[in-house]
């Protein structure tokens, strides 16, 4: 039997596929049943980051309790059964009475069964200090910040011309993209920059804004262009007084080499003094160079009695040039910086106006209010008494939510009576990019704690969920992988962290192909239809496309992969990219809605004409009788004496209404498609909260239409396509990795907090710049936070790739391609591990670990024929049989 650690505070360290989960069902199981009290549950909180895991994790507890209540438990009993009763110290009929009264008492009080997300626990806190946090107590919460933040740029470019400073701004927005010969459109930009307001990373940076004014900008911009300015001024006078000293010399021009020094200082004295002093001259200095040799040994002393005002210039120059290349790079990310401002404004008063919250932003509003606060103090205003506290995936818990969490798990390192149970994977933390670091896990384990107590850290060694080989191989394919980290922390997480056991599940296999094609263009058909021969070849071995999951990096890479099975005829299910927007009847259905309030608009009247239209009629002479016509005869030419569609009625009815009423009378109601359904769906959740006008439809559409997807139950028996993120905590026997060929680091992309002298740059502590090679030259600290950010962008791409690796139980097929020479990608990886382990080859460009065997637990073919179920909100199809009343008639 397992011992239970003698401690308050346990910490699970393990990997994937270890039994994180299952060990933290066994420690909720046990302090709900070692005690006669059958409401134990209500002083435990379990947390978890999806809805999806709270659900799955409630289920899992209620399933368990179930089995422990039924009288078979006592005649067979389960080795979980059995440690708890070893745990609990006592019998085995006591934990079935208990079992059976704690599960009869949460299914009667089922709210103060908390087992919640880390959102839901804190929105619960927010609600709660509503009035300490100056809200009011009637506030909406919003939780897709996309389609908010969208709104919130709309607002804005809506006020141009109104407000004086932001239209400046904005203006100095466009005229930067014109420069840099981009779109003068700046809605694309400014929603790509707007989720910045709420992003945790750059919660701290972002406070110091939320107090300036428009001047304090315009004075940002007056300083930086007088700093600038000076650093040239500073050049142009460094380089004006060796040049006087050099020319005094009387050395004839045509002795210097290259005339190098004498183009250098004069480059010194321009308006634009760039790129000096240059590499040659750098190395003449060193070689001591400077002049030919037909210099005379007068000449070379004259010259060399200067060498310490030279090295000074170079170094002088070097200084001011490093300066202006750093002002270059905080100019280059003032304005968006500054429209970042007044994108925080408009979010501000739009919330203030429809008085609603974001949930993104309550981490940093809960962690300003409660860090002073006593804890007893909390826990008075919250009124509970939790004492048990277990955190599921914590490696995903972001700075601040575990900051909001330690003032309410305090207590529990107080109390003999309490548990803390931290259970994650640093080599599954894959959201820095929204404050969940890695770091915060690994400091954890190694016994950084904020309570008064240590830690003790339980490790899970053994892998339950892969056959053998995948998890040799995965071993093996990581501790080579590590040699891409520099940080001793990072690499030991997989040159240890990365060496599970084996769970004497011989077999398995990994293949590595490696497609052809100099430019990923080239290469995306040859991914695909690596992707479908791959598919074949495990029917032929008898997998079921049910037990198949395509893994993706990106949502793009998924529609690829969805739309080309779909093309093959392989059943696909994918939530993210079984979109309603690419379905041609939801096209319609929108079309139809805007002829409501323009019945005149041609594009609408296209789609609809392009639907319609049958084989037999001309394709030219269709659309062009139909796109002027009156929408009276418009409707009758669609109608074509085939259908009863009243353009009077439809524009009489509710949004909702009309839409079910064009779907009964053009025969769409017959094996109604989930696209339809989903569409109805949406409506109606836009009606729910909503005043039902089609323009507020129609602009909301357009707001979530690359978000809502079909959703269907997974006992298809179609393959299952979706990005890596989406498959973290899940598992399929066999799992495709495909376009495996992402860069490891890409430092451009990040946004760096450069610290600065607030009398400087006017008030401002930290200014924002990007990570460029550029930036690393500056200075030797900055060469090292440059150093730094590649290095953990490593490790989050380490870390992505484990994720997905680590998610089939019998099969690994990876889909890369040969990069012939040393790239930073994960192709690198691939070809180097299968060159170094000499794997061998099935074909051309294919090569394996293990063997491909014929699969002998796969499912009954009956499991697997069953008609899809969708996943709909509302019984449409009994919706149209119970409405009789549509007809021709008006």
């Avoid at 058909?525 to 992707?531: G, K, M, T």
């Avoid at 129609?698 to 959703?711: A, C, F, P, T």
Wanted: aromatic share 10%.
């Amino acid at each position: 039997m397992k011992k239970t650690p003698n401690t308050s505070f346990l910490i699970y360290d393990a990997s994937a596929g270890s039994g994180k989960t299952y060990a933290l069902v066994r420690y909720y199981l046990q302090a709900v049943l070692k005690t006669d009290n059958p409401e134990k549950y209500q002083s435990i909180l379990a947390i978890t980051f999806t809805n999806k895991a709270a659900h799955e994790m409630k289920t899992r507890v209620l399933t368990q309790l179930e089995e422990f209540s039924s009288a078979k438990i006592l005649l067979e009993p389960t080795e979980l059964f059995l440690e708890i009763v070893s745990s609990c110290e006592t019998t085995k009929q006591t934990i079935q009475q208990r079992a059976n009264k704690t599960l009869s008492h949460i299914l009667q009080h089922y709210g103060h069964f908390s087992i919640t997300t880390i959102d839901s626990l804190t929105h619960q806190i927010v609600r709660t200090f509503a009035r300490d946090l100056g809200l009011s107590s009637t506030f909406e919460l919003m939780l897709e910040a996309d389609q908010f933040l969208e709104q919130a740029v709309d607002f804005l470019i809506e006020q141009t011309g109104e407000k004086k400073q932001q239209t400046k701004t904005l203006t100095d927005f466009v005229i930067q993209k014109a420069t840099d010969n981009r779109s003068w459109d700046i809605s694309y930009d400014l929603n790509n920059i707007a989720p910045l307001v709420y992003n945790e990373n750059h919660y701290q940076q972002l406070r110091q804004m939320s107090n300036k004014t428009w001047t304090d900008f315009l004075q940002l911009k007056k300083q930086i262009q007088a700093h600038k300015a000076s650093a040239v001024e500073a050049i142009n006078k460094a380089s004006k007084t060796l040049h006087e000293k050099v020319v005094n010399l009387n050395i004839d021009e045509a002795l210097f080499s290259h005339r190098e020094l004498l183009n250098q200082l004069e480059k010194g004295q321009s308006e634009n003094p760039r790129s000096i002093p240059s590499n040659r001259l750098l190395s003449q200095n060193e070689k001591q160079q400077l002049l030919k040799k037909a210099a005379c040994q007068h000449e070379q002393d004259a010259l060399a009695s200067l060498q310490n005002d030279i090295n000074k210039w170079i170094d002088d120059v070097a200084h001011h040039r490093n300066k202006q290349t750093l002002l270059d790079l905080i100019e280059r990310q003032r304005v968006p910086f500054s429209t970042l401002h007044a994108i925080y404004q408009a979010t501000q008063e739009l919330q203030e106006k429809q008085d609603i919250r974001l949930l993104s932003g309550f981490n940093p509003l809960l962690f300003e209010t409660i860090k002073g606060m006593p804890t007893p103090f909390i826990y008075e205003r919250l009124g509970v008494k939790y004492t048990n506290f277990y955190v599921d995936e914590f490696q995903d818990t972001s700075v601040l939510q575990w900051k909001n969490l330690i003032p309410l798990l305090e207590n529990a390192t107080a109390s003999t009576d309490s548990t803390i149970l931290l259970v994650g994977d640093a080599k599954q933390s894959i959201y820095r990019w929204r404050g969940g670091y890695p770091e915060q896990f690994m400091r954890l384990s190694k016994g950084e704690t904020p309570f008064s107590i240590s830690p003790e850290v339980i490790k899970l060694p053994r892998n339950f969920r892969s056959k053998d080989t995948i998890v040799t191989t995965n071993n093996s394919f990581f501790k080579q992988a590590a040699a891409k980290l520099i940080t001793p922390d990072y690499q030991n997480l997989f040159t240890e962290g990365a060496n599970q056991e084996t769970n004497d599940k011989p077999g398995g296999a990994v293949t590595f192909t490696f497609v052809e094609g100099n430019t990923l263009a080239e290469r995306e058909p040859n991914y695909l239809e690596a992707v479908h021969l791959q598919i074949i070849d495990c029917e032929s071995r008898d997998y079921k496309r049910n037990e198949i999951c395509v893994l993706v990096r990106t949502r793009t890479q998924g529609v690829l992969v969805t739309e080309y099975l779909a093309q093959q005829n392989i059943d696909v299910i994918s939530a993210e990219t079984l979109l309603l927007s690419q379905n041609i009847k939801v096209n319609v259905l929108l079309s139809w809605i805007r002829l409501r309030s323009n019945p005149t608009d041609e594009a609408s009247r296209k789609e609809i004409l392009d639907y319609f239209r049958t084989d037999e009629q001309d394709p030219y002479d269709w659309d062009r009788s139909g796109l002027n016509k009156p929408i009276k005869d418009f409707v009758d030419q669609i109608n074509n004496n085939k259908h009863a569609f009243s353009f009077k009625r439809f524009a009489k009815a509710n949004l909702y209404e009309a839409v079910e009423y064009t779907i009964h009378v053009f025969g769409m109601t017959e094996n109604l498609c989930p696209y339809l359904s989903g569409f109805l769906e949406e409506i109606i959740e836009y009606t729910r909260n909503k005043a039902s006008s089609d323009n507020g439809f129609l602009s909301h559409w357009d707001e979530v239409k690359d978000r809502r997807s079909i959703r269907l139950t997974s006992k298809n028996n179609a393959v299952e396509v979706m990005t890596i993120h989406k498959a973290k905590g899940l598992e399929f026997p066999v799992v495709i990795f495909p376009f495996a060929e992402t860069k490891i680091y890409s430092t451009q992309s990040i946004t760096h907090w450069l610290d600065v002298s607030q009398d400087e740059f006017a008030g401002f502590s930290s200014l924002p710049v990007g990570l460029s090679k550029d930036f690393s030259e500056t200075s030797d600290e900055n060469q090292g936070i440059y150093e730094a950010a590649r290095e953990t962008q490593t490790l989050d791409a380490l870390n992505t790739l484990y994720v997905a690796m680590t998610r089939p139980e019998k099969e690994l097929h990876i889909v890369s391609h040969d990069p012939k020479k040393t790239s930073n990608t994960y192709a690198d990886l691939f070809i180097k591990y299968v060159n170094t382990n000499n794997l061998p080859q099935l074909s051309d460009h294919q090569y394996i670990s293990g063997e491909l065997l014929i699969n002998k637990t796969s499912s009954p073919p009956g499991q697997l024929t069953k008609p899809a179920k969708w996943i709909v909100n509302t019984n449409v199809d009994a919706t149209f049989r119970k409405s009789n009343t549509f007809g021709s008639q008006d």
